[in-house]
């Protein structure tokens, strides 16, 4: 239409430190060059003594377990155990050995009726202290097995369908992960596979994923790398560092995220960041996790009025290997251009991030997906305030954390301004404008910014 102004912005050919997908580290500090996510072993009996421990206690411990993750814009991934033989994890924050059973059950039963109630009554209070706990990313089920990873022993069907339900019932906005594709039948849970990409499970666990056909658009893949048992030196390496360093470790493994559609892993995230060929393989990796929205172009009109209509129009493929797991609001903004300091804001009314797919089928070879990933249009109409002083603005956009609202998720083009939000061009507001594109010499880099955080509610 005339007066509609075309940006294209320019793709940013690098890893980004985006939320809720990459590398999960051990550190809850932040300290990680790409982690936003970190895994958390919680013991029953941390949580819950006896019968009579309440909500608090869970709060107490979660609090104690994940303090200030939201300064470092860090969401944690929990589970619950009772069970863990052999070393502890040293970074957890507490002793995780031996066995977490309540004072009041007998430890090693699951199969009586005390225990099953008193699960789910555990999994509903969980689902109270943690569905709406801003800091929690994903909930892995754990509790059943050693460390929690459902085997010695295994959950029977009857336990899996008392699972299921208790975890459907208490986290209805959270994302839930179970240890094997192949249990808890009918219900959507992602996955956590503990040895990702290890030469002797492809063809059970990797297969079981692929088995789970569209299950990924839905349910994060994820998981851990193993380097303690079995064929692990053939695939995916002596290390982490081996693996992300070695050419051929790296492409398995990056492989492997691109067909089954990998959102997460840990231990991997140990390598020595130290080593530059590390680095630079883990780059690549974590550029391969998760989703990565690129924008192809902003449409929106050159001039608008104090109190007149803003349509804003983009264009948006996902080059990664999954889709983004929860609604977050897509914003746009008009900013002052000498301060940058919003001058007004709205979210887009209609917008799904959880619908902008991947590409799918995998080509190894070819190193790209088979079904190549689909550009999504998204649309916003917006009405300006009357009391909007006219002058020259500069259109942004941005995701945001629905805890506080703020800026956090980034996309892939190199439009961007420190603090979380993409400068598009220049829009005038009762007033046309000379020059709609930016001079790129005013924007940052988008992975150099270490300034997003969240809120969480004080209670």
Not at 186 to 200: I, K, L, Q, R
Not at 349 to 371: I, T
């Amino acid at each position: 239409m005339p007066g509609t102004i075309r940006i294209r912005p320019e793709p940013y050919p690098y890893a980004l430190r985006n939320p809720l997908t990459g590398f999960v580290a051990r550190q809850k500090d932040g300290s990680h060059e790409w982690a936003t996510l970190v895994h958390s072993y919680v013991a029953w009996d941390w949580i819950e003594k006896h019968e009579g421990d309440g909500l608090e206690k869970i709060r107490a411990v979660s609090d104690d377990l994940w303090r200030d993750v939201e300064r470092h814009n860090i969401k944690v991934i929990p589970r619950v155990f009772l069970e863990w033989p052999g070393d502890p994890d040293p970074k957890n924050g507490r002793d995780v050995r031996g066995r977490h059973w309540p004072a009041d059950l007998a430890p090693g039963d699951y199969e009586s009726d005390a225990f099953r109630k008193r699960l789910r009554r555990l999994v509903e209070r969980l689902g109270q202290c943690w569905n709406h706990d801003p800091r929690v990313a994903f909930v892995e089920m754990g509790i059943v097995g050693k460390w929690g990873e459902h085997h010695s022993p295994s959950p029977n069907p009857a336990l899996q369908k008392l699972l299921g339900d208790a975890f459907t019932r208490a986290f209805p906005d959270k994302q839930v992960m179970v240890r094997h594709p192949w249990e808890f039948a009918g219900f959507p849970f992602g996955v956590y596979w503990d040895s990702w990409a290890h030469w002797n499970q492809m063809d059970t666990h990797g297969a079981g994923i692929a088995k789970l056909g569209e299950r990924w658009t839905r349910a994060p893949m994820g998981g851990e790398v193993a380097y303690d048992w079995g064929d692990y030196k053939v695939q995916p390496g002596d290390s982490p560092t081996d693996t992300v360093r070695d050419p051929g470790h790296r492409k398995f493994l990056i492989d492997s995220i691109r067909r089954l559609h990998g959102n997460h892993l840990r231990w991997v995230a140990d390598y020595d960041a130290k080593d530059p060929a590390a680095r630079t393989g883990a780059e690549a990796v974590q550029r391969a996790f998760g989703y990565r929205f690129v924008l192809e172009e902003v449409a929106y009109p050159a001039r608008a009025e104090p109190g007149g209509s803003l349509n804003v129009v983009l264009r948006v493929r996902n080059d990664g290997s999954a889709p983004f797991y929860y609604r977050w609001p897509l914003e746009a903004s008009l900013l002052r251009p000498d301060t940058r300091a919003v001058a007004w804001k709205a979210t887009f009314p209609k917008v799904d991030l959880r619908r902008w797919l991947p590409g799918d089928r995998w080509d190894e070879a070819g190193a790209r997906y088979a079904v190549a990933p689909k550009t999504y249009a998204a649309e916003g109409a917006f009405r300006l305030p009357k009391t909007l002083a006219p002058g020259t603005y500069v259109l942004a956009l941005a995701v945001l954390d629905p805890a506080g609202m703020r800026p956090s998720l980034r996309f892939a083009v190199r439009n961007y301004f420190a603090g979380g939000r993409h400068p598009v061009g220049c829009v005038g507001v009762g007033t046309a404008v000379d020059r709609a594109p930016l001079d790129p010499r005013g924007w940052d880099d988008p992975a150099a910014d270490r300034s997003l955080r969240y809120e969480v509610p004080r209670r």
